[in-house]
């Protein structure tokens, strides 16, 4: 059974990236939202395995999304992807609780490589 | 507190601007300014914040953007919004990792603002603060890429220092 990513990235590029890799795994994107608020919405609805969560997007940022996402859903699993790639950011991004974080620009074996990971 | 010299700054936003293109298509550095009109050119532009305040300007001729498009994307066909979006990426890119290098080399924490895009190449007025970086592809389609610190009046902190 593939497990369900929702991806929430400001960028198409990143989201149709992300479907090319993916597109014949394990891992199938079902849903893509472009800001936090509406990832926080459709967080509710979809409950997927895993959220890819870039940091800089107009409103809510991705940490904050993430933040209250892990808030409400303790159980949740959130990958940091961003290009914002420093300790400081990385260090937040533990601290919430992120399962991860990839460094933009990704390529296919970094990807799946931290999305297995982050379900070991 | 750690600071940059001008040269530090220049040879971080060479690099990265380097390893970033070269991904996707070779550039190399030129003494030219190139010729960037505006019916066949795009700007992307931002602004960093925190312990880092600069603008960070990319000026870049659209055949060349849309060589890098269809590299990323591994489509033929570009149209106008993907290019676009695939500049805004492309610069983000850049700059996240521009900001990473400042806080490895000097323990500066910035961020920045979400990219901006227009058709056309608009360079920030000059100062004397600029650093300027030319580029140059095999096919000689240009790219400028602009830093400018802010002025002293609009600089209110001290802007390449971290406590």
Do not use: W
Not at chain 1, 4 to 13: A, C, F, H, P
Request: net charge negative.
């Amino acid at each position: 059974m593939s497990k369900k990513i929702m991806v929430v990235d400001d960028s198409r590029i990143v989201q149709m990236q992300m479907q090319k890799i993916l597109s014949d795994t394990e891992y199938e994107i079902v849903a893509c939202c472009q800001n936090g608020e509406d990832a926080l919405n459709m967080y509710d609805q979809i409950q997927p395995d895993l959220v890819t969560m870039d940091i800089l997007m107009p409103g809510m940022d991705g940490l904050e999304t993430a933040r209250m996402i892990l808030k409400k859903y303790p159980q949740a699993r959130v990958l940091m992807v961003s290009s914002l790639a420093y300790d400081d950011t990385v260090d937040e991004a533990n601290s919430i609780g992120a399962k991860g974080f990839v460094y933009k620009p990704f390529d296919r074996d970094q990807l799946i490589g931290s999305l297995d990971k982050a379900f070991a | 507190m750690d600071t940059l010299s001008q040269s530090e700054v220049l040879e971080i936003l060479d690099r990265v601007m380097k390893d970033i293109t070269n991904r996707l298509d070779t550039i190399q550095r030129s003494n030219q300014t190139p010729t960037l009109g505006p019916n066949d050119s795009c700007t992307v532009c931002t602004t960093f914040e925190g312990g880092y305040r600069a603008t960070l300007t990319l000026c870049v001729d659209t055949n060349f953007l849309i060589h890098l498009a269809q590299r990323s994307m591994q489509e033929e066909n570009v149209n106008a919004e993907d290019l676009e979006d695939f500049a805004k990426e492309y610069f983000n890119v850049i700059c996240g990792q521009v900001a990473a290098k400042l806080f490895q080399a000097a323990h500066i924490s910035s961020r920045f603002q979400i990219p901006k895009f227009s058709t056309g190449c608009y360079t920030p007025e000059e100062t004397s603060q600029e650093l300027v970086l030319n580029y140059t592809s095999n096919r000689n389609e240009g790219a400028q890429l602009i830093h400018k610190i802010p002025s002293e009046e609009e600089n209110i902190s001290d802007h390449t220092t971290k406590e």
